[in-house]
């Protein structure tokens, strides 16, 4: 429609940005047919994404974002209206406030209908409209009263044919009886026509009334009371199908209407008539019929006596179900029959109806869960496990297994982990073999990972594999590892890219479930026990090799490729190749969902070993992305941390730039109530700011907290060694970079033994050269500890230096730099060729556009020339330090 609507420019340009948010997940053509025809003829889309199907809320919340994005612009702004707002439930809801809230939607409003005296301080959509205000969005709101009585008159003059002036004191009766509620006028003088107190005379050839019998009329101030009163003298099979409709829901089509209604119990066709004519219902455009207001079907409803709306909600459920083919039992139909009959559940089953329930409640939870319905599919569970008997395990077993595992799959993806918690205990107590354990002990792990208890999850998964065949010690030493690794690098010593790639497939479905748990063995094992973890890299390495490649075999072969970069195995000639093989695996295994896997070790770890490290930065940005798609969170904190990373410590960008994409993507996160994953941002972001010249605490914006209460509850918290290595790395380059060596001096002091090994990740090189430039400056100024620090200075000129053999472009300047700070230190006899390392590092850092390291240099290089009393070298330096600064942004 909004394409039809607009010139062929206009539809171009919004076919570009569709194709641009869509280039990686194309799985939102399947809900939404049209926008695959409004593109049709781009070979981009032409095929379906791996993606597609079931996908996680926050994979929706996104697609759906970026949907508005794309079609908004200032030529097509976009307005959404929305009505009865009160009913919404808190997943809608939590969509509408990340409508709202993301950064990248413009030319964008939300037009919302709510009544308010049904929405008090408890409301979820109270707390929305309030979060809403607080991020700074302007709402404008609109009380809607009754109308006035001058409206009803109005109404009431044109529905009968005469003046206002005669009609007045008729409508002032109605205006008072109905409370000026327009649905309430309209259906009350429906009423008084019905009841001989509103007839058209012949005579006069008008409409006359009894004003006084109105004025007697008792009226009940609830509209709905009202309506079902009326809705009491209509002939009873009349009645009884508007009770059918009503149960039906708010939208109801012809054909389950007559599935609905018993042999001679109606006429449909005059039913439908007479709703139509009587105001009831209403026909749409799709011949489907609907109310025509949700307080009507709550009148029809009340027909249906409170002590009989459980058993004639069953039995209407049973009929559509008797009356139903196998292929009618899908979607809205198979929900239909299942909410019905599960309103019934209190009633005296027996047995047979509680099992037939219970399947068909699985049914449908499936059914939700292929639509992303998880809160839905979840509820279906639930009421599926409460109708099973309690010798359900013995009786019922393929039954009790399959409601189960569907079960808790569900809560876990919905964030219903107190009914995850209860419900996992009971297929590992009670499956009676080890294979119907597996899903139960899969989902058990990524519960525990993501509950922070990482100790139990790893235990888990090392029992799980021991089950498996594949025993793992959980106190493995460095000497089992390098055995680990000598046998991988033997298996791969003599392979091609190309002859890896080729080998077959992985179909042995107890490989298959192995390296599945050595995968998730490797999340919960990153921070507890970094050796462990390096050993279950190479034993997912070595089951792919032995026994054919899977989807995982990418983020194996990556993972290995980033262990490669670790001091105690390093070859980045062999780290370098093992991360091409991954990157070329993703195609070859079709394995899109490794994708955000593969690009967080290659473009973190592995790339700028090689390659510069500018070059990064788009493919992790491309690998963030895909993460969101696929609702990896996990995955989009880590790549989005490397990218703050890279951005701000490595590639001299604008900071500017950085700080914008940062903080878009860590409100972002935040409104997908990623909170804990926040917190390894938020120093970066911090940095930024305090980089930039902010005044703005980003501690008190987004977490109601100071800096320094930040700090100190990270470092007492147990585990979130991650987190804390951030902190560390973040305050110490701000401190350098501000000139501030003692406080650069003591943050290196507290964490200082974890900068120098691990994998190469970007931060670990950048808390090397930090460790360097501190290392040489307190030697110089603290001659008692002088060979402490210098030793401090000189490991990491060592080590930049071995790294610069491999990537002079990224490591260079900071090798001549480190040795100019080195030759600074030694004295005198030393001083012309510590100036030359200066110029050629400053120099170096300015070709490969490194703009902060230019700046850094010329400071450095000042300060050299100032202790010689050169002050016009060091002015000059200066200078130029702080036209590198600016223009970097700082």
Request: hydrophobic residues 40%.
């Amino acid at each position: 429609m909004i394409a039809e609507s607009n010139t062929s420019d206009t539809s171009k340009s919004m076919k570009k940005r569709l194709r641009d948010a869509f280039g990686y997940e194309n799985g939102l053509y399947e809900a939404i047919p049209h926008l695959l025809v409004f593109l049709q003829g781009d070979t981009s889309i032409a095929h379906p994404s791996p993606t597609m199907g079931s996908k996680k809320p926050n994979q929706i919340e996104f697609m759906l974002c970026r949907l508005i994005g794309a079609i908004t612009s200032d030529e097509i702004p976009v307005i959404i209206y929305l009505d009865d707002l009160q009913w919404a439930d808190q997943a809608t809801l939590d969509l509408i406030g990340m409508l709202m809230l993301d950064p990248n939607i413009q030319h964008f409003g939300i037009l919302g209908c709510y009544r308010d005296n049904e929405v008090d301080r408890r409301h979820p959509l109270f707390g929305l409209l309030k979060a809403v205000r607080l991020n700074g969005i302007d709402l404008t709101e609109i009380h809607v009263g009754p109308i006035e009585r001058e409206s009803v008159n109005s109404i009431v003059s044109d529905a009968l044919c005469l003046p206002p002036s005669l009609c007045r004191p008729l409508s002032t009766v109605i205006h008072q009886k109905a409370g000026g509620v327009i649905l309430f006028v309209i259906r009350f003088l429906n009423s008084l026509n019905k009841q001989g107190h509103l007839v058209y005379c012949l005579e006069s050839r008008r409409w006359t009334w009894d004003l006084e019998k109105i004025k007697s009329e008792r009226v009940s101030e609830d509209f709905v009371v009202h309506t079902t009163l009326q809705m009491n003298s209509l002939p009873k099979p009349f009645q009884t199908g508007l009770m059918i409709a009503a149960c039906l829901g708010s939208i109801f089509n012809g054909p389950i209407l007559r599935k609905a209604i018993e042999e001679n119990e109606l006429d449909m066709d005059s039913f439908i008539k007479s709703g139509k004519d009587g105001g009831y219902i209403e026909e749409s455009e799709s011949g489907s019929y609907r109310w025509t207001h949700d307080q009507i079907q709550q009148a029809a409803y009340n027909l249906i006596l409170p002590t009989q709306r459980e058993s004639f909600h069953y039995h209407l459920g049973r009929r559509l179900l008797k009356n139903s083919a196998n292929c009618d039992m899908n979607g809205d139909f198979l929900f239909m029959i299942v909410e019905n009959m599960n309103r019934g559940t209190d009633l005296k089953l027996n047995r047979d109806e509680m099992t037939q329930l219970a399947r068909l409640n699985l049914q449908a939870g499936n059914e939700a869960m292929s639509t992303s319905g998880f809160h839905s599919a979840a509820k279906y569970l639930q009421q599926g496990i409460n109708l099973l008997s309690k010798d359900s395990w013995i009786h019922e077993y393929d039954l009790t297994i399959q409601l189960y595992d569907a079960a808790l799959d569900t809560y876990y993806t919905a964030g219903q982990f107190s009914n995850f918690e209860v419900a996992v205990k009971q297929p590992l107590t009670h499956a009676i073999c080890f294979e119907d354990k597996l899903n139960s002990y899969h989902h058990l792990v990524r519960f525990l990972t993501a509950s922070g208890r990482s100790e139990e999850a790893l235990e888990t998964c090392l029992s799980v594999l021991k089950k498996l065949g594949e025993e793992i010690a959980p106190n493995a030493d460095i000497k089992s590892l390098l055995a680990e690794a000598s046998c991988v690098k033997q298996m791969i010593r003599n392979s091609s890219i190309d002859d890896m790639l080729d080998l077959p497939k992985l179909k042995d479905s107890h490989k298959i479930a192995k390296i599945s748990f050595l995968s998730t063995a490797i999340r919960c094992s990153f921070e507890m026990n970094q050796v462990l973890f390096a050993i279950i890299i190479c034993r997912m390495v070595k089951l792919s090799l032995q026994h054919g490649l899977h989807s995982i075999s990418a983020d194996a072969f990556s993972l290995y490729g980033a262990l490669l970069t670790c001091p105690t195995l390093s070859d980045f000639d062999e780290a370098y190749k093992m991360g091409r093989l991954a990157l070329m695996a993703i195609d070859r295994l079709n394995a899109f969902r490794m994708k955000p896997n593969v690009f967080l070790s290659f473009y973190g770890a592995i790339a700028h070993c090689k390659e510069p490290v500018q070059a990064s930065i788009p493919k992790l940005l491309e690998g963030y992305e895909v993460a969101f798609a696929l609702g990896d969170m996990e995955r989009v904190t880590g790549i989005l941390q490397l990218y703050a990373a890279v951005a701000v410590w490595g590639c001299g960008d604008k900071l500017t730039k950085a700080e914008e994409i940062i903080r878009i993507h860590f409100r972002r996160m935040l409104q997908h109530k990623q909170d804990i994953s926040c917190k390894n941002i938020l120093p970066h972001l911090n940095q930024v700011a305090k980089l930039t010249g902010s005044k703005e605490n980003v501690y008190v914006t987004f977490f109601n907290t100071t800096e320094d209460n930040f700090f100190e509850e990270e470092m007492n918290r147990r585990g979130a060694h991650t987190r804390k290595l951030i902190l560390h790395t973040c305050r110490m380059y701000l401190a350098v970079m501000c000139g501030d060596m003692e406080s650069a001096a003591r943050e290196y002091e507290r964490n200082g033994a974890k900068y120098q090994g691990g994998i190469r990740f970007f931060g670990t090189t950048t808390r090397v050269f930090l460790a360097g430039i501190v290392g040489f400056y307190l030697a110089r100024k603290r001659r008692l500890d002088e060979k402490k620090w210098a030793q401090v200075g000189e490991i990491s000129m060592d080590t930049i230096k071995s790294w610069t053999q491999d990537s002079s472009w990224n490591y260079a300047h900071k090798l001549l730099l480190l040795e100019a700070e080195c030759l600074f230190l030694k004295g005198e006899e030393h001083e012309h060729i510590a100036a030359a390392k200066y110029n050629e590092s400053i120099a170096l850092a300015k070709k490969h556009k490194f703009k902060n390291e230019e700046g850094l240099a010329s400071q450095k290089a000042a300060m050299f020339h100032l202790e010689y009393n050169r002050k016009e070298e060091a002015l000059s330096h200066l200078k130029h330090a702080k036209a590198c600064y600016e223009c970097w942004g700082a």
